[in-house]
T-cell receptor, first 112, second 112 residues
Framework: EDQVTQSPEALRLQEGESSSLNCSYT??????LFWYRQDPGKGPEFLFT???AGEEKEKERLKATLTKKESFLHITAPKPEDSATYLC?????????????FGTGTRLQVTL | NAGVTQTPKFRVLKTGQSMTLLCAQD?????MYWYRQDPGMGLRLIHY???????AKGEVPDGYNVSRLKKQNFLLGLESAAPSQTSVYFC???????????FGPGTRLTVL
């Protein structure tokens, strides 16, 4: 059974204080690892897809990396508008639909 | 483009009542999904569809039925609502050439 574990559950940072969120996974045949951002009362919003170990992707203050067992979402010099819940998900195995298994998320709060 | 839309946004039901949640997408995506999101549980797949006229069970299908009569619409039905079905429901869609899923804004359902 595919499993995704995110840590920490919640993180509070001051503006400008860089940190990393962790997503560890066990899956048979990883096809892709996804990061989403979710604001309160809204649907998840896509951030990144990573496909193979060693891959990195960046978007503004966010950088996602992938190893064979985990992914990190690095947040550099965060701002209050980066406050959100960050979700990690994996797509595994075969099949015709891109079914995802999600972690429970990391709730990030960035304060002034 | 509206992307993925969901109707209604909020609903309160009494135990035993029935209702249908409507999801619509205007991106010509083949695949559509229904998830539920509960505190501490993450997003869990209820049912999904790989094309018009097809449906399949996800991780937590019991108590729900779905239909995909038109490519752009995916309906989720609760025949006899139970308090355990109190949740936030998200619809998503994806294309065949990209595994990224696009999410709707969600429906908050309370069953009393």
């Amino acid at each position: 059974e595919d499993q995704v574990t995110q840590s920490p559950e919640a993180l509070r940072l001051q503006e400008g204080e860089s940190s990393s969120l962790n997503c560890s996974y066990t899956v048979s045949g990883l096809r892709g690892l996804f990061w989403y951002r979710q604001d309160p009362g809204k649907g998840p919003e896509f951030l990144f897809t990573l496909y193979s170990a060693g891959e990195e992707k960046e978007k503004e203050r966010l950088k996602a990396t992938l190893t064979k067992k985990e992914s990190f979402l690095h947040i550099t010099a965060p701002k209050p508008e980066d406050s959100a819940t960050y979700l990690c998900a994996v797509q595994a195995g075969g099949g015709t639909a891109s079914k995802l298994t999600f972690g429970t998320g990391t709730r990030l709060q960035v304060t002034l | 483009n509206a992307g993925v839309t969901q109707t209604p946004k909020f609903r309160v039901l009494k135990t035993g009542q029935s209702m249908t949640l409507l999801c619509a997408q205007d991106m010509n995506h083949e695949y559509m999904y229904w998830y539920r999101q509960d505190p501490g549980m993450g997003l869990r797949l209820i049912h999904y569809s790989v094309g018009e006229g097809t449906t399949a069970k996800g991780e937590v299908p019991d108590g729900y039925n779905v239909s995909r009569l038109k490519k752009q619409n995916f309906l989720l039905g609760l025949e006899s609502a139970a308090p355990s079905q109190t949740s936030v429901y998200f619809c998503a869609s994806s294309g065949t050439s990209t595994v990224r899923q696009f999410f709707g804004p969600g429906t908050r359902l309370t069953v009393l």
